[in-house]
């Protein structure tokens, strides 16, 4: 797997794969993107700094050109008016994403009309982007139309405090999926019927998902009391410069 | 509850008991804390996470090959599908052409695996439901599935048996043969199974009317693969979304009329027959061809997230993965477990029964902790 230092290999791939649906465009302008702070820094600073690569921000592609907007989209952008802020694709999928207040309302809308009717909600997670100012979280709702068998997701960003009104109320399956991505990521939903922790014990601290969440093997401590144990070790560390 | 009953002998209250986490009829560590007016439930709520091993977290500082294997330990009952919607989410992200051989093997392997899920989900079902000799019927024909995944790949339980951009090892020698020879023996047995059970009398009442939930609530609260054809839902992600060589393959989606326990073992029964019918087919089309895509040997897929799903033998399987373009381990890495999103629906499904009734509907959901819990 990792034999010698070049990644080489793998570049003439990369441009030959994309095939479907002009996917190629993409990669190359999104690479582009995150390579001149990188390359600015790598002269000016010593390497250890170097090394450190600055933090990823979300990809969000936007849709090539030449590609029509599926009609469930353009119903979006026209039914609930200012709502989308931006609407990405990546092969072969298409995203909506709207400002975080009106996210149950676009996912009601999304699932009344006609042409739309998204009925299933397939999946509900969250995206931690700890580097991205302002809004750290991604919500992610994965739709399914069980008539029209069309798929979209739709996305808003959050603050770190930020609440969202719950969509249990429009698909009962968010129940879980959101006492999830509460338990896992920290964010509160407004008018859910039940949130509490799904998967972690109910009295734990933190929240395992997100990025600053501590990797290392479980000790005594960790497992009683992260927070504690996340001051001791940094305390560790201070004590070690001096 | 009280009421004015003119007897105060009689307690009224109700009660709150735990069934689990160590339950036989749990088929692993699951609690439901139910709460009971004498023998009726009233209200369920299951308590998961047991065993949470943070596969999600795991796979987020894991590099994109390693991920495989752990996707076995969700589903380890039907390792070769986990792997599949794996590889595929990769395999889209890269927009990566797979051969053509590689998808067919890909579907007899999921297939075989539906048909070893599915028999032991029907033996564990009606043993839970005190049919005990369905258990040993089952487990017999799945031995001979396990048999021949151990002659492909070399493992009986956690295959690891795909990778991103097709597979790592040929068809042996003479294998679709024996595989032809096995959906003979069990196309052969499914009769026996429907003898001790379709007609039986007891099987019946216990499982008729018990659980039913219309296509409308189903779809709203989320149920996936057989629970939500048996209440008459078309929604199969080989047809609606075709991935490995489904889009080559014929067969039927059986459906459900009234929703209840006893047609969800017809279709999970009739669904036997279908994956037979796909081995078949599939097996003898193997076409001549590499069986490895042109993938990058480091696996590091452009920047970009997508969302896929596939027809696991519980429902609907689905991988969210975000890469960062950068690093060789996906940014996020999520699952969308069929399993949970059926026991959601469980408290929905018991309130109302008897305590007895939960243990056919925990089985008739048919769940895996591991991959409930992940």
């Known amino acids: 797997m990792s034999e010698g230092p070049k990644p080489a290999p793998e570049n003439p791939d990369t441009p030959g794969s994309p095939k479907p649906e002009a996917a190629s465009p993409g990669p190359q302008m999104k690479a582009a993107a995150p390579k001149p702070p990188s390359k600015a820094a790598a002269p000016g600073t010593p390497k250890p700094e170097a090394k450190a690569a600055p933090p990823p921000l979300p990809p969000d592609q936007a849709p090539p050109a030449d590609l029509a907007v599926p009609a469930f989209v353009a119903a979006v952008q026209s039914g609930v008016a200012g709502a989308v802020e931006q609407v990405s694709y990546w092969v072969g999928d298409w995203t909506v994403i709207v400002a975080a207040g009106r996210f149950a309302e676009v996912c009601t809308f999304l699932r009344d009309t006609p042409g739309c009717q998204f009925d299933y909600l397939s999946d509900l997670t969250a995206v931690d982007w700890p580097a991205r100012a302002g809004k750290r979280f991604d919500l992610v709702a994965s739709l399914y139309s069980t008539r029209l068998r069309q798929r979209v997701r739709v996305k808003a960003r959050l603050a770190e405090d930020e609440a969202v009104s719950s969509v249990t109320g429009i698909w009962p399956a968010a129940n879980w999926l959101e006492r999830e991505v509460y338990d896992m990521f920290g964010v509160r939903f407004t008018g859910h019927p039940d949130l509490r922790r799904l998967l972690m014990p109910s009295d734990w601290q933190g929240h395992p998902q997100r990025k600053d969440y501590p990797l290392e093997g479980p000790g005594e401590l960790l497992m009683e009391s992260p927070q504690d144990w996340l001051k001791a070790r940094q305390a560790a560390a201070e004590a070690d410069v001096k | 509850m009280h009421t004015d009953t003119p007897l105060p002998m009689f307690d009224t209250d109700e009660l709150v008991i735990n069934m689990g986490p160590q339950h036989p009829s749990t088929h692993g560590v699951l609690r439901l804390v139910l709460k009971l007016d004498g023998e009726r439930v009233i209200d369920c709520d299951p308590v998961i996470g047991y065993l949470h091993r943070g596969i999600e977290k795991l796979s987020e500082n894991r590099d994109y090959t390693q991920i495989i294997l752990l996707t076995d330990r969700m589903d380890y009952v039907a390792a070769a599908t986990n792997n599949l919607g794996y590889v595929q989410t990769i395999e889209k992200l890269y927009s990566l052409e797979v051969p053509r051989r590689a998808r067919y093997i890909r579907t007899v392997l999921s297939e075989l695996q539906r048909v070893a899920s599915h028999l032991l989900w029907l033996g564990t079902h009606a043993a839970d439901l005190g049919a005990l000799t369905v258990l040993l019927f089952g487990l017999r024909e799945r031995e001979l599935v396990l048999d021949l995944f151990e002659e492909y790949c070399g493992a009986r339980l956690t295959y690891n048996t795909m990778r991103i951009g097709g597979q790592p090892v040929d068809v042996p020698p003479g294998w679709d043969r024996k595989v032809l020879a096995f959906c003979d023996v069990q196309e052969s047995k499914l009769p026996e199974y429907e003898q001790l059970l379709t007609g039986n009398r007891i099987f019946m009442e216990r499982t008729k009317d018990i659980g039913v939930i219309t296509a409308a ?42 929703g209840d326990t006893y047609d969800r073992y017809l279709v999970r029964l009739e669904e036997f027959r279908q994956s037979l019918r796909i081995i078949r087919q599939a097996v003898q089309g193997i076409p001549e061809g590499p069986i490895m895509g042109k993938a990058p040997r480091l696996i590091k897929p452009p920047a970009g997230e997508t969302y896929h799903a596939i027809e696991a033998p519980k429902g609907e399987l689905g991988y969210f993965v975000v890469s960062d373009g950068k690093s060789v381990s996906p940014y996020r890495f999520r699952v969308r477990p069929p399993s949970l999103c059926n026991l959601q629906a469980l408290p929905q499904l018991v309130r109302g029964h008897l305590v007895a009734d939960v243990v056919a509907l925990i089985g008739t959901i048919d769940i895996v902790l591991g991959e409930v819990d992940r």
Not at chain 2, 231 to 245: F, I, L, T
């Open chain 2, 217 to 258: 609530d189903a779809i709203g609260v989320g149920l996936c693969g057989p629970p939500l054809r048996a209440s008459g839902v078309y929604r199969d992600v080989r047809k609606d979304e075709p991935y490995a060589a489904y889009d080559e393959m014929e067969f039927d989606v059986p459906l459900g009329v009234r």
